[in-house]
């Protein structure tokens, strides 16, 4: 139970006190009343002495009496209604109310804080441990733990309340006082008249109320004197003939009104009556707007305000001075007889309210009284309580204890004799259950147990516990035995009480009796008012011993439906037991609050419902226990707004909505109409304020994106607009990095090779990937879309209309001052900011789906979006269930909303985690988010590009021409177009020596993309040769092929402009999917400082399949002859294989022209031509070609410098493709610059560590020779036969080495054993290669084929051999030729054949640069037959070196011989 302001040791005393009888004449009951008090009223605050009392026991033992209090009250004849005295319960509870301005009470009990009281204090308690000492701690601190005035309001007025009844006479009135006025006519006659009147009501039989203690009734006569109007004299004259009449014991003169009413305001006296009076008249209760549960059936509402006291009834019947019929809680007799005071449906009037509230606060009770009075009052108590009562009280015991001796001598003893013979000794105690049901027992007032009975309950008034506890225990044998359960029930629960308050505690406290008492009470003689009190006596002396189990298991045993107001009272009381454990219960706490708050709301108590329900909400909060939660919150939100406290019920229904509910849709649908309801009435509360936030859809503020521009255009036939950036697009990290190092890229080389310091990549979509640490920048006039990301947790669809986004603008004006203004609809300020509404978006049932909503800036400014605002509704009807598919943000209006209310939800965006410098390491702290910040500047140019006849799908090699439209859809020129590509092969807008082509689409649908020339047959197998600069194509030195300048007319577009330019496109030399990128740049004509430029993203999808295989190696020719005698010459052979697979409808590929391209080389001709003139190639078919190829000349050679290549073309059909022309040339160009870039690399860093002489001889293999392979190819495709063109690059880099068109897949080096030791640094070995070396002298063997020799004749066959060493480096080489044979093995005798050569077996040589040198040997056969002549061995060192690098010559090719005999 909760604290209490009373100990129990105080409770009980001052429960049952000796009760008086008052009397009054009219004159009397005037000069009282003019103090707004009755007489009862008047001596209520001096009621309890202030001294001890002290009376002599039955055995003349000294009896001391502490703190004793009397209870004065009106003689009332009616008994009071129970339906009365339950409205006045129910008005005591509501009219308390916790204290709203005190520091709540927090309790923590293990994970818990509760918060349960009106005082503060605060105990930190661990789960389990010092719980005991903590309570101790508050328990004598002065501050008490949680308490309850309502229920100890409850419990005073309930035990004040209690009618008297037959079986016991705590309550019956021991002593009556007749008051009369010192001013009446014969005071003395009317004293006469109210002891008639009193005698009348004690013994008359039609008067069956009130209950008198004995028939001999104490009759104390009062006097009052007037001081302020009455005559003192006449006063002192009459008191002592009332003393002479009535005893100096039996009569008192009270003085009392000493001042006049109209002096009552000139000073303040103080009221201790109104304490009093609100406890007991209704009249008095504080009302609240709820109103508690009353009777208002009767139509006169005034009746309702009863006085405890029944002073209002003032009307004289039968001519009694007061009308003694009506009990001041007897319903009003107009009022429905059937009526049931428990519904808690019975609310006051409004009118009835208002009264009650006016009632109380003019009135100033005893107005008329000095402190003086208020002492003469006091000291009246304390006489007639000294003189008057105490020794009738103890005279009283005498008598009884006397009758009682007496009596017991012959009767008992008769009785308990008898009773021994016939059933033994021992009578057995029998259990409830088995008693008959004899509570209809009634005993003549006479009767021996009555008289017991009594003076058990004068002990017990006059605190002689022990003497009261011997009685009641001797009563309740006695009734036992006679079976009558009601007085047996009474006995054992006051001689339970009264061994609790022994003292000494001579024996422990009986608790089986008050359970025994109570079961009785309940359930044999269905007397719950009984059971109540002895519920509530009991727990509240286990309380006080620590037992709160068993105090919480009596208070839950007396919940019943009979009445909920109790229930919900125990029920509260037994939580704050569990909670007051050594090991405090926390759930069984909250649960019982549950209970408690549900049977407050059936009282119709819906504040202590409320309280009861928020204090459990305090355990159940956070602990998954979500229906739990629901169920309360939703009852926490139902009273708060039958409270009208509607933010309360607001933030209940909020919680419900907002937390993961596991509630069936049905459920979360009422969930939402209630809330959507109770939202509505706080909205029109104030239809002018502020915009209240909504909590539903769940809006994920990190997945806002936003996007500045427009959107992409669809495609239009032919025209596919660039796809640039949209929303639809997912994020990638990978691509997105691409994308800036193109436009770094493009901006180093706009600003001379160097990245400006202040440059930012250009963002068009923000979102929680991008960089958002700066304002972004919004063009004005160009639209911002920002996507929100909702999700609708619920089983039920929320459809929101009228949504638009919230903005606060910042204009800057040309004066630059800045007006603030917030914007937050449409119609408010759409010349600064256009705003776009939608006007139905329905969410479907737990579905994520994303609304994008547009502004659209028509001024320069700061601009931030808030959040949105819209109308949050459900939908109605069965569309509500199944859900329609999920619509556009398109009104659609096929919804019909069931309510909606306004609202808003706000957009914030954490910024990321910081965590560079030390203090960001070590705290937490969040950079800014700026995406929904942009700043709005001055207009700038917009590019759209469109792709015409831009294809999905080529062959690996083919070129297509297609159309690109460049389109200013601004009000400012554009200019410096640039498009940068990390793929410069794949298209071409052609070099600056481009002849003009169709510009239009129509008009080049048949043509080639290459430029041709008709040639003559003659012509065929002999090259044409022409050159060009890489420079004209924008390869030139130190130039970034992948930033290539857009050939715009005058280089600039003017507003609404549009220019169509041809494009060439290759397709990639890799089958597959390419995704190639495109980076469009441009800048404005007026230079701004925010923003420099502008970019546009392209990305082209195209699908490659295979085509051709070209393989090529060069090689040295033997031969010598050439123009001038210079062996220059090579032979470059080409290998052409069909790859393509039958699914690209390719019928077959011709090779129509082979091109070289190279500052040193150039093709002569086709050696070695088949019959088939047009080189075709069906499928899987493969086609070999043989070329000679020649130096150039020198004069062509001399201008390397400027970049000058020569291409030479051999035609096999009868067209020329000039190769030095756009697209060939570009292709050619940007293949080579993509084959360097991933060449130069490696090779530079080789040319660091090799020394010079090895530099010459590496040079001597390098050829610098590129063949382009030019083809067509027949496709079939619905029955249409296509053309089409593509070529092929091989680059040649090595003498010997093959090389090929497309790149070569790498083997994956194989997994090496790890190895356990540190590798030696070995230095890099400079020596060249043995290729490299072999290729510094070339050797060819003149001689003839065939010789026929006479061996008959002659034995000897002589052989003049020629020996040509040509020198092919720049530097003098040392040659030594050696002859002699290698004669490792016997085998190698006969591999060479028996031939030998003349003369001289070693020559030593130099060669100079490039020169050619012939040796005359001579060969000498002896046998016929066929010989290799191969075997001379040449080695060869640079001859201003030491080292020698020699190795021996090997000849590629054997020089047979055949010796025929003649």
């Not at 009738?392 to 308990?416: C, M, P, V, W």
């Not at 928020?614 to 939660?629: F, N, R, T």
């Not at 849709?665 to 029109?684: H, I, T, W």
């Amino acid at each position: 139970m909760a604290q209490c302001v009373q100990s129990v040791h105080e409770l009980i005393p001052d429960s049952f006190v000796p009760c008086v009888a008052a009397l009054c004449s009219d004159d009397a009951e005037r000069l009282t009343r003019l103090n707004h008090l009755s007489f009862a009223e008047l001596l209520k605050p001096f009621t309890r002495l202030t001294s001890e009392v002290h009376m002599r026991d039955p055995n003349n033992q000294l009896h001391i009496i502490k703190n004793l209090k009397i209870a004065v009250s009106n003689i009332i004849t009616q008994p009071p209604q129970p339906g009365a005295i339950r409205k006045l319960l129910s008005d005591v509870v509501s009219g308390s109310q916790p204290a709203d301005g005190l520091v709540a009470n927090v309790i923590t009990a293990g994970d818990y804080d509760l918060n349960i009281s009106d005082r503060s204090i605060k105990a930190s308690v661990p789960w389990y441990s010092n719980w005991k000492d903590t309570l101790m701690e508050m328990k004598e601190s002065s501050l008490n733990t949680a308490t309850t005035p309502w229920f100890e309001a409850y419990r005073e007025t309930f035990l004040q309340s209690m009618p008297a009844s037959d079986h016991e006479f705590l309550n019956h009135y021991l002593a009556c006082m007749l008051v009369a006025s010192s001013s009446e006519a014969e005071p003395m006659e009317q004293f006469g008249k109210l002891s008639q009147e009193q005698h009348r009501i004690q013994h008359n039989n039609d008067y069956s109320y009130p209950k008198w203690f004995i028939p001999n009734t104490l009759k104390y006569y009062v006097l009052l004197y007037d001081v302020s109007a009455g005559d003192e004299q006449r006063a002192e004259s009459i008191y002592e003939e009332m003393k002479q009449k009535y005893g100096t014991q039996g009569c008192y003169l009270l003085k009392i009104n000493s001042r006049t009413s109209n002096q009552a305001s000139d000073e303040q006296i103080p009221d201790p009556w109104s304490q009093y009076l609100q406890k007991n008249s209704i009249q008095n209760q504080e009302s609240y707007e709820d109103g508690p549960c009353t009777i208002s059936s009767n139509k006169n509402s005034d009746s309702n305000l009863l006085s405890l006291d029944g002073l209002d009834n003032e009307v004289k019947v039968d001519g009694l001075p007061n009308n003694f019929r009506a009990h001041p809680l007897q319903l009003d007799s107009s009022s429905d007889p059937s009526n049931n005071i428990d519904g808690p449906d019975h609310v006051k009037s409004a009118s009835s309210l208002h009264e009650t509230k006016k009632a109380n606060p003019g009135i100033i009770h005893g107005a008329c009284l000095t402190l003086t009075d208020h002492d003469r009052i006091r000291q009246f108590v304390q006489e007639f309580t000294f003189r008057g009562l105490l020794p009738h009280i103890e005279k009283t015991i005498r008598q009884l204890n006397d009758q009682l001796i007496s009596r017991k001598g012959l009767s008992r003893s008769l009785f308990s004799a008898t009773k021994k013979w016939f059933s033994g000794s021992k009578v057995p105690e029998k259990s409830i259950n088995e008693l008959k049901n004899t509570s209809g027992l009634l005993y003549p007032p006479e009767a021996p147990e009555l008289q017991i009975r009594k003076m058990a309950d004068l002990c017990f008034l006059v605190q002689h516990y022990d003497l009261a506890y011997s009685c009641y225990h001797t009563a309740k044998k006695d009734f036992l035995n006679d079976q009558a359960m009601l007085y047996a029930a009474g006995a054992l629960e006051m001689a339970a009480v009264s061994a609790f308050l022994q003292q000494g505690a001579a024996r422990p406290y009986p608790a089986h009796y008050m359970d025994t008492a109570i079961q009785t009470y309940r359930d044999i003689c269905k007397n719950m008012v009984l059971a109540e009190r002895c519920v509530l006596l009991s727990a509240e002396i286990l309380k006080s011993q620590s037992k709160y189990s068993e105090a919480a298991a009596l208070l839950i045993r007396l919940t019943s439906e009979d009445s909920d107001l109790r229930s919900a009272l125990l029920l509260e009381q037994a939580a704050h037991c569990f909670i007051n454990m050594k090991s405090p219960m926390v759930r069984k706490y909250a649960f019982h609050m549950i209970l408690a708050g549900h049977r407050f709301s059936k009282a119709g108590q819906k504040k202590h419902a409320l309280r009861c329900y928020c204090q459990a909400m305090q355990v159940y909060k956070g602990k998954g226990w979500s229906l739990a939660e629901d169920h309360i919150n939703f009852t926490i939100g139902r009273q708060s707004y039958t409270l009208r406290q509607l933010d309360n019920a607001v933030s209940a229904f909020r919680h419900i909505l907002i937390n993961e509910s596991k509630q069936s849709a049905a459920q979360q649908g009422s969930f939402l109409r209630e809330y959507l309801y109770v939202y509505k009435n706080v909205s029109q509360l104030s239809p002018d304020g502020p915009l209240p936030q909504l909590p539903l859809p769940y809006i994920n503020s990190s997945a806002t994106r936003v996007f500045f521009g427009h959107d992409r255009r669809p495609a239009d036939g032919e025209k596919q607009a660039a796809t640039h950036v949209s929303l639809d697009q997912e994020y990638d990290n990978e691509s997105s990095q691409q994308w800036r190092e193109l436009e770094e890229q493009v901006v180093a080389l706009v600003n001379k090779g160097v990245i400006p310091p202040n440059f930012h990549p250009t963002q068009y979509c923000l979102n929680s990937f991008s960089d958002n640490s700066r304002f972004p920048l919004a063009v004005v006039e160009e639209p911002i879309t920002v996507e929100v990301a909702f999700r609708n947790p619920l089983k039920v669809p929320l459809l929101l209309t009228n949504m638009s986004l919230l903005w606060k603008f910042q204009p800057k004006d040309c004066s630059g001052k800045n007006d603030e203004e917030v914007k937050e609809l449409v119609t408010s300020e759409p010349e600064m900011i256009g705003t776009e509404v939608i006007s139905e978006f329905l969410i479907n049932s737990e579905e994520s789906k994303v609304a994008r909503l547009k502004l659209f800036p028509h001024h320069i400014g700061e601009l931030h979006v808030l959040g949105i605002v819209y109308d949050l509704g459900t939908v109605q009807g069965p569309t509500a269930v199944d859900g329609i598919g999920a619509l556009p943000g398109c009104h659609t209006g096929k919804h019909s909303l069931s309510m909606s209310v306004r609202g808003r939800q706000d957009l914030e965006i954490q910024g990321p985690r910081l965590n560079t410098t030390k203090e960001e390491k070590t705290s937490i702290t969040y950079g800014p988010d700026r995406r929904l910040d942009p700043i709005i500047i001055e207009e700038m140019p917009l590019l759209e590009v469109f792709f015409i006849h831009f294809p999905t799908g080529l062959l690996c090699g083919e070129i297509r021409k297609a159309y690109v439209e460049f389109v200013n859809v601004s009000k400012c020129p554009l200019t410096g177009l640039k498009v940068v590509s990390k793929r410069p092969e794949f298209f071409t807008f052609g070099g600056n020596t481009t002849a003009l082509t169709p510009l239009s689409p129509s008009a080049s649908e048949n043509c080639s993309a290459y430029k041709t020339v008709v040639t003559e047959s003659t012509s065929v197998c002999t090259a044409l040769t022409s050159s060009a600069s890489s420079v004209d194509f924008g390869i030139g030195i130190g130039s970034q092929p992948e930033v290539i300048p857009v050939p715009l007319p005058d280089t600039v577009l003017l507003p609404g402009a549009s220019v169509q330019l041809p494009l060439w496109l290759r397709g990639p030399d890799e089958e597959g999917v390419h995704e190639i990128n495109f980076l469009f740049y441009y800048e404005s004509v007026k230079k701004l400082p925010k923003i420099r430029h502008r970019i546009l993203r392209h990305t082209a999808v195209i699908c490659t399949s295979r085509s051709l295989n070209v393989r090529a190696t060069v090689c040295r020719s033997n031969s010598l002859e050439d123009e001038e005698g210079r062996g220059g010459n090579m032979l470059v052979f080409v290998d052409v294989e069909n790859i393509n697979t039958s699914e690209a409808g390719v019928k077959e590929f011709h090779i129509v022209q082979v091109s070289s391209c190279s500052k040193h080389w150039k093709l002569q001709k086709s050696v070695n031509l088949s019959e088939n003139k047009d080189a075709k190639l069906g499928s899987r078919e493969k086609g070999k070609f043989c070329f000679k190829a020649i130096r150039c000349k020198e004069k062509e050679d001399a201008t390397q410098s400027s970049e000058k290549y020569t291409f030479a073309d051999i035609i096999f059909g009868n067209e020329q493709i000039i190769s030095s022309a756009s697209p060939c040339a570009d292709f050619f160009y940007r293949s080579l610059s993509s084959e360097l870039k991933k060449v130069q690399p490696s090779a530079h860093a080789e040319k660091q560590s090799i020394e010079d002489a090895v530099r010459l001889i590496q040079k001597c293999s390098e050829v610098d020779l590129n063949v382009v392979i030019l083809w067509k190819a027949y496709v079939v495709e619905d029955s249409k036969q296509l053309i089409l063109e593509g070529q092929h690059h091989v680059v040649l880099h090595t003498v010997g080495k093959e090389a090929y068109s497309y790149p070569q897949k790498q083997e994956p080096p194989e997994m090496e054993p790890l190895k356990f030791f540190r590798p030696e640094h070995t230095a890099v070995s400079s020596r060249p290669s043995v290729e490299q070396l072999s290729s510094l002298i070339k050797t060819s063997l003149h001689y003839p084929e065939s010789l026929n020799h006479p061996f008959h004749q002659k034995s000897l066959c002589l052989v003049p051999v020629t020996l040509l060493l040509s020198n092919c480096s720049k530097a003098d080489v040392d040659v030594i030729v050696d002859l002699r044979h290698k004669t490792t093995s016997p085998e190698s005798l006969e591999i060479h054949g028996s031939f030998t050569w003349l003369g001289q077996t070693q020559y030593k040589l130099q060669l100079k640069s490039e020169e050619i040198h012939s040796l005359q040997l001579k060969a000498c056969f002896v046998h016929t037959g066929v010989y290799n002549l191969g075997t001379p061995r040449v080695f060869a060192k640079l001859s201003d070196q030491v080292t020698v690098f020699e190795t021996s010559q090997q000849n590629s090719m054997p020089a047979l011989i055949i010796i025929n005999n003649v």
